[in-house]
């Protein structure tokens, strides 16, 4: 049994764990915040990929230093990376251009060009098994093409985020099936690019992305130079990683049928492990592989903790001010509906979406009120997957909650009324951190398959297990549908 590093390099910040395979405890943890590049245009998000690099740096010295003599234990390090983003790379190996985000909503009118060449919705979803959403990787590598053409005559190499920190840890560039499923390029049912997709927006395309291995293979082994630097020992393997989605399946044990887990971050996810490809032929539920080699449908919002975090800063409150103040209001806050689309959404697909708040009335229009509006209308907006999920045949026995809202121990409750299931959190709630540092100690212990080791340390805390309420889950199904309208009403108006 070995220490390993599990390191979640996401949006908000990069997170850097050791985990005790024995104790089943975390030893040392450390966390590097940042933001987004300012001053950028409407809808367009990016991140210098060196912000990532130096956090990698940061938190891993941290870690090292809090193991003290215990760092020679690590035999292993896994990476979890916020999916989708576009690291674009010279034929050195150099980043080219900050990259763009999941979040990036710019690419609309090359994702309507890609649409459009293959037929429609339908066309694309034969390829590759989703549709082209502005969040996924392959209408970025487009727009470079079409709006920075000197930069795109540089590329060579395609990387997604947690591929760009393996590369800094091996030298080695690929990419595993999990990761590569959300680029918009990989046919999920097959796991080969998809060449047809690939030439329309560029015959040379295909020769600059990397091979695609197995996500159950070791990547390679950690730069000399670079455990020299941390105090890490020779020969520390590195793993295949994955996309933030597919780390936290492994982290909270989402690894065989019948278990969903649900994601309150940044933005929101709900997925679940299948032993097929799940594929929505209207294209709302993502068709993603995961990183066992199964596959992982996945709905995706963009609007979480976005949204709590503004009403938060709003009235200046602490995290408990906030639960406080939406604890004393009743479920369904009292007709008051927010659709929290502040940056576009995904799920429903609306990059141009914004917020709104409806049925505000003089009983409504407090704090507490808004508070509490918010919360359910991001946690509806997730439900509005779920019940998609359904539809294709996936159907939980459980949710496991993960992520920042699931510390709150309201956010728990709504979630399983909202949900219309139990709902229970992980010992470790750094989801994907853990899944990461599980995969990798799978390939140094292979006598365990991943699936294996998730189901022996994902420990879950059954004294935070929430049962739905029959009451409020009926309330909650009359508001998700009133959402669901009004939506869709705003949207054949024009409005989004």
Same mark, same amino acid.
């Given at each position: ?65 809090? !193991? ?20 674009? #790379? &010279? ?68 990387? #997604? ?33 998809? *060449? ?5 927006? &560029? ?12 996500? /159950? ?7 000399? &130079? ?69 596959? !992982? ?16 800063? !709003?009235?200046?409150?602490?995290? &408990? ?14 007709? !008051? ?48 997957? #779920?019940? /998609? ?71 879950? /805390? ?7 309420? /029959? ?5 909650? *199904? ?19």
């Amino acid at each position: 049994m070995a220490i390993t590093l599990g390191i979640d390099c996401g949006t908000q910040s990069t997170k850097t764990i050791a985990f005790d395979s024995v104790t089943r405890r975390v030893l040392a943890q450390a966390s590097r915040a940042y933001d987004v590049l300012p001053g950028l245009p409407a809808g367009a998000m990016e991140q210098h990929p060196a912000t990532w690099a130096d956090a990698l740096d940061a938190t891993i010295r941290e870690v090292t230093l809090q !193991l003290g003599s215990r760092a020679d234990e690590v035999k292993a390090i896994g990476v979890s990376g916020q999916q989708h983003g576009f690291v674009p #790379l &010279d034929a050195k190996g150099q980043v080219i251009r900050p990259a763009k985000l999941w979040c990036d909503t710019s690419t609309v009118d090359e994702c309507d060009e890609i649409t459009r060449h293959f037929g429609g919705m339908t066309g694309v979803i034969d390829h590759v098994g989703n549709a082209m959403l502005p969040g996924y990787t392959a209408p970025k590598i487009l727009w470079l093409k079409r709006k920075e053409p000197e930069n795109f005559r540089k590329l060579q190499h395609v990387l #997604l985020p947690h591929d760009y920190l393996n590369f800094i840890l091996t030298g080695k560039m690929s990419m595993e099936y999990g990761d590569a499923s959300g680029t918009a390029l990989l046919d999920v049912r097959t796991r080969t690019w998809s *060449r047809p997709v690939a030439n329309f927006i &560029d015959p040379h395309l295909i020769e600059m992305l990397p091979e695609l291995k197995s996500s /159950r293979q070791p990547l390679g082994e950690l730069k000399p &130079d670079l455990a020299a630097a941390w105090g890490l020992p020779k020969g520390v393997l590195v793993s295949a990683g994955g996309g933030d989605n597919m780390m936290g399946a492994i982290g909270t044990s989402n690894v065989t049928p019948g278990c969903i887990t649900a994601s309150l971050g940044t933005s929101g996810t709900l997925y679940a492990c299948m032993d097929r490809p799940v594929i929505d032929p209207e294209g709302e539920i993502a068709a993603f592989c995961d990183s066992t080699d199964a596959w !992982l449908p996945l709905l995706c919002t963009m609007n979480v903790t976005v949204a709590t975090e503004q009403v938060r800063k !709003l009235f200046g409150w602490q995290h &408990d001010d906030y639960e406080t103040a939406a604890a004393a209001i009743p479920a369904g806050a009292d007709s !008051l509906l927010f659709l929290p689309y502040l940056q576009g959404e995904r799920t429903p697909n609306l990059p141009g979406g914004s917020g709104v708040l409806h049925g505000l009335t003089t009983r409504n229009w407090t704090p507490g009120h808004l508070a509490r509006a918010t919360m359910e209308g991001v946690t509806l907006g997730m439900a509005y997957g #779920l019940e /998609r999920l359904g539809a294709l045949g996936v159907k939980p026995r459980e949710i496991r909650l993960t992520g920042g809202g699931s510390r709150s121990k309201l956010w728990r409750q709504m979630c399983a009324d909202i949900f219309g299931a139990p709902v229970i959190t992980m010992a470790c709630p750094e989801g994907a951190a853990l899944g990461a540092a599980i995969q990798a100690l799978a390939v140094v212990e292979t006598e365990k398959s991943v699936a294996d080791w998730a189901a022996q340390l994902a420990e879950t /805390r059954e004294d935070e297990r929430a049962e739905p309420q /029959r009451e409020r889950v009926a309330i909650y *199904r009359e508001i998700l549908a009133r959402q669901t309208r009004l939506t869709r009403d705003l949207t054949r108006g024009g409005h989004f």
